[in-house]
Nanobody
Framework: QVQLVESGGGLVQPGGSLRLSCVAS????????VGWYRQTPGKERELVAG????????NYADSVKGRFTITRDNAKNTVYLQMNSLKPEDTAVYYC???????????WGQGTQVTVSS
């Protein structure tokens, strides 16, 4: 059974940190590009950060550059998103997406809520 399971969300004060995890099972994870996306009510889902299958290439949305770091551990089938210096505008549901670029196959996780508030 294919699964992507996010965890690590929660309530944090402005300036705080969280680390999100995305654990994959049921497919060959190390062949997939992975992205972290976020969505707030009434808005489209946006790409926050992406990482290549071997971890050698990373990209970030301008709004999170210098604050967020995406990494992966293929031995653990896991991608992480370290989020520092959090702002209220980072509040959203964060989703993990795995993409097999040769075929376009996509898997999504169920999301984890991040709330930045004092």
């Amino acid at each position: 059974q294919v699964q992507l399971v996010e965890s690590g969300g929660g309530l944090v004060q402005p300036g705080g940190s969280l680390r999100l995890s995305c654990v994959a099972s049921g497919f060959t994870f190390n062949n997939y590009v992975v992205g972290w996306y976020r969505q707030t009510p009434g808005k489209e889902r946006e790409l926050v950060a992406g990482i290549s299958s071997d971890g050698g290439i990373r990209n970030y949305a301008d709004s999170v550059k210098g604050r967020f770091t995406i990494t992966r551990d293929n031995a653990k089938n896991t991608v992480y998103l370290q989020m520092n210096s959090l702002k209220p505008e980072d509040t959203a549901v964060y989703y993990c997406k795995a993409i097999y670029t040769p075929s376009g196959r996509v898997y999504w996780g169920q999301g984890t809520q991040v709330t930045v508030s004092s």
